[in-house]
Each structure stands twice: as C-alpha cells, then as structure tokens.
C-alpha cells in the first residue's frame, strides 16, 4: 500500500480522469454507423443523463481543478503578463476548434460540389473560401471561453466570495430559464434566440426537436455557456482542497462526501430544472461535478492510496496532452469521414470502407460500429503514447 500526498501523485490520479474523458471523446464521436450506436454512447436527446453527456463535463471539471495547481504557485496573483498569456491560449484554443470545422466543411463542400464545379482547383477555393456555413461555437471554442472567464474570476475574485459567486451564476440561469420559458427546445427559446441574434442561424448547430422540425439549436452557444463557468469554479473550489488536504485518506472522503452533496442535489434539482446537457441546466452542472468528483475520489483510493498504477499508463497517454490528442483524433475523423476513393463503382469514405466491408460483414451492426469506435481510440492512443514515451508534452 502506497500512502503519499505528493503532488506528483495527485496529479497521477487527475491525469487520468483526463485521460478517461478524452478517450470517451474519441470514442463517442467515431461510431462505425449513426444509425447503430449503443444507448449508453448517445446523447440524452433532451432532459436525462447518459455516460456520454459526463464526458464534456468531466473534462469542464478536471480544468477547473487544474487551474488551482497551475496558479497556486503564483500565489494567484493577476498580472498583465497573465493576462496576456491567458488570451493568447484562449484565441489560439478557439481558432483551433474553428480551423477543426472549417476543415470538415470544407471537405464536406469539396466533396459535395464535383458537379457543380468539375475543375479540381475551382473546386478547391470554392470549398475553402465559402463560409456562408461555418459553425461558429463548439467543443473547444466553448472551452476557450470559459477557460477565460473562469482563470479572470479566480485572479481577481477572493476565493471566500467564489462559492457565493457559483451559487448566484446557477440561480440567476436558472431565473433567466424560468422567467423567458426556455425550458424546451424551440425557436422561442431565450437560448436559441440569443445564438441566432449573434451568429445567426447559418453559423449555429442543426438539431431536431420532439416534432421532427430541425431548427438552428446550438448545444455549445452562449447562454448555455454561463452556467459552465460554474462548472470550472466548483472545480477549482474541489482542486483547492485536494491541495490544502494533506493526508489520502482525508481527500477521498472529503471527495466522497462533496461528490454524494452535488449529485444528491443535482438530481433533486432536477425536479424543478431538468438535468440537460444541451441548455447545460443548473442541476446538470451539480450532478456532474458531483458524480466526477466521487470518480476521482475512486481514481485516488485506486491509484493513490492503493499504489495500483500500471493499468493507468494507457489513459495517461491521453491525460497528459489532452488538447493534442483530442485535435490529433478531430483531424483523424475528419480526414477519413472525407477522403473518398472509387470502390465497387462507387465514392466511399476510408471510414464507411472500413466499417461496411470490413467489420459490418463479421461483426454486424452495433457491435461493428463499436468495434470501429474503439478503433479510432487506439489509433489516437498511438499518438498519445508516443508523445508521453518521449516526454513531449506540448501545451497551449
């Protein structure tokens, strides 16, 4: 039995919750066939909770509890040179997941025009050039943003007035939900309403609703976004007394304990705000937090206390440049969802190729389209285990 408190070995056990969230990025998003995904790797497809809608949320939380490591050591001193670092990450964080869409709907576009445009160079600039379609939120553009606004809050905010600071940013969304009636998805939704104003709805996600309409309904807006930075700030709050808690056994049962209090509350919330990852509802927020802080209590016990760490190497190598490997994986879902060859008479994506004729035909469907998602993972570990044998760590 290991029994240290260490920073290393704390960070072991944070490293791989990461870890844990960037494979099931991966892995959600690369199913073989849309049509043949198991129930636990889908989305809710409005109020619920599946395993799949923990992952974001889960990477939401991991960031705010490593933002008290990172600026622990400053002493949490706010300095323009801070500031001026924090920008640069967050513009360069969202120009990435901006590049990440523009490159699938261009290829998409290229793919989509051969008609239209029979020359391979017009073809080309007609399909980088046209932006008229470009999602403008997303995955890291949300991430960036909150990372943000969540670093300028513990900056500058005394960290006695954060959990009143958290608590007023869930109530005062949770008002702004009730008072405007954005309860369902629809285009009357404050959340819709907002996106639509700002981006305009050629910019924003296509989501259906219960009548079968697709309306501009974006899961990453900027309504939605408020409550994530909540999100971070019960992170940092947790990262703070992972630090402040010297002894193991003290920092899982505060984890336990502060895990049961969130998803009990979240969850009894739910009542009255549904749990929903799509507007990101107040209750969401709490039983996420709550149900990963109880994950890395557990990762702690495991890893730390009970000193087992081997089986840990294969999402460490996804933990420890998490950025990395989650944009290395984008490129690789994109390249290959796109890249189309002639087979049988007709255009066939490399993925579609490997799926149907390859793993559909021995496996059958949802087992096939699992096997094909998992596939994707391991190429994308790959990367990230050659990246944490050579000790190359590559932040933003």
């Known amino acids: 039995m290991k029994n240290t408190s260490n920073s290393s070995a704390r960070l072991l056990s944070l490293d791989v919750l990461r870890g844990i969230t960037i494979a099931g990025m991966i892995l959600v998003n690369n199913p073989g066939s849309w049509s043949y995904v198991y129930a636990p790797l889908g989305h809710a ?17 991991i960031m705010g509890v490593s933002m008290y490591f990172s600026y622990q050591k400053f002493d949490f001193k706010f300095s323009g040179n801070t500031f001026l670092k924090l920008l640069r990450r967050s513009v360069l964080l969202f120009l990435i997941g901006l590049a990440l869409g523009w490159l699938g709907m261009s290829m998409r576009k290229f793919n989509a025009s051969a008609a239209d445009y029979p020359e391979f160079f017009s073809r080309v600039w007609h399909s980088v050039s046209d932006l008229e379609n470009l999602r403008i939120p997303g995955v890291l553009q949300r991430l960036a943003v909150v990372s943000f606004v969540g670093t300028m809050v513990i900056l500058t905010v005394r960290y006695r007035f954060i959990p009143w600071l958290t608590a007023i940013i869930l109530i005062a ?3 702004l939900i009730a008072l405007t009636n954005s309860y369902e998805m629809s285009p009357e939704s404050i959340v819709a309403i907002a996106d639509n104003y700002l981006f305009g709805a050629d910019h924003l996600y296509k989501d259906t609703m219960a009548d079968g309409v697709r309306i501009a309904f974006d899961p990453e807006g900027i309504i939605s976004t408020i409550p994530c930075i909540a999100h971070v700030l019960i992170g940092f709050m947790v990262g703070k007394m992972i630090h402040t808690t010297k002894d193991i056994q003290s920092k899982m049962v505060q984890l336990f304990i502060w895990g049961t209090i969130l998803t009990f509350a979240g969850f009894l919330l739910d009542y009255g705000f549904g749990i929903n990852k799509k507007i990101w509802s107040s209750s969401y927020v709490l039983a996420t937090t709550g149900l990963a802080s109880l994950l890395l209590g557990l990762l702690i016990y495991i890893i730390d206390f009970k000193g087992y760490k081997k089986w840990s ?35 066939i994506s490399l993925k579609t190729f490997f799926y149907n004729n390859m793993l559909q035909p021995v496996l059958s469907d949802y087992p096939a389209s699992l096997v094909s998602a998992i596939t994707f993972v391991l190429i994308s570990w790959l990367f990230g285990n050659y990246l944490y044998k050579r000790k190359i760590y590559i932040k933003l």
């Open 313 to 347: 190497i294969f999402f460490e190598s996804f933990g420890v440049n998490p950025m990395m490997v989650y944009v290395f994986g984008a490129l690789l879902t994109i390249l290959t969802g796109n890249i189309r060859f002639q087979y049988l008479g007709e255009l």
């Open 173 to 175: 969304y949770w008002l």
């Open 45 to 61: 497809q409005w109020n619920g909770l599946t395993p799949t809608d923990l992952v974001f949320p889960f990477f939401m939380f």
